[in-house]
Nanobody
Framework: QVQLVESGGGLVQAGGSLRLSCAASGRTFSSYAMGWFRQAPGKEREFVAAISWAGGRSYYADSVKGRFTISRDNVRNTMYLQMNSLKPEDTAVYYC?????????????????????WGQGTQVTVSS
């Protein structure tokens, strides 16, 4: 079992920045690829970014590429999402997730069904 807790969400103006954190406890954090997903009101949850076990590979949705940066610290058992140049359309609940069977395929790592554990989410609101 892995327990995930997100933090760092909040209200920010367009163009601003936020840094989300996902703290993990339980089984060995470094055994899992990790991902961020988000769900806006009235929309399905969508992939945002993911990172491999040791952090050597990262993956991004086109909508956030160049603005968001995913990283992880396997000593602190924490994953991060640095979000810059935020837009109103980034408003959503952001979830972190853990994937025990990492595949280097973008298709796999961007698919919700590949993830075994999920956090409760943190709200990000970007005002125009």
């Amino acid at each position: 079992q892995v327990q995930l807790v997100e933090s760092g969400g909040g209200l920010v103006q367009a163009g601003g920045s936020l840094r989300l954190s996902c703290a993990a406890s339980g089984r060995t954090f470094s055994s899992y690829a990790m991902g961020w997903f988000r769900q806006a009101p009235g929309k399905e949850r969508e992939f945002v970014a993911a990172i491999s076990w040791a952090g050597g590979r990262s993956y991004y949705a086109d909508s956030v590429k160049g603005r968001f940066t995913i990283s992880r610290d396997n000593v602190r058992n924490t994953m991060y999402l640095q979000m810059n140049s935020l837009k109103p359309e980034d408003t959503a609940v952001y979830y972190c997730a853990a994937d025990s069977e990492y595949s280097a395929s973008y298709y796999d790592i961007s698919t919700e069904a590949m993830y075994d554990y999920w956090g409760q989410g943190t709200q990000v609101t970007v005002s125009s």
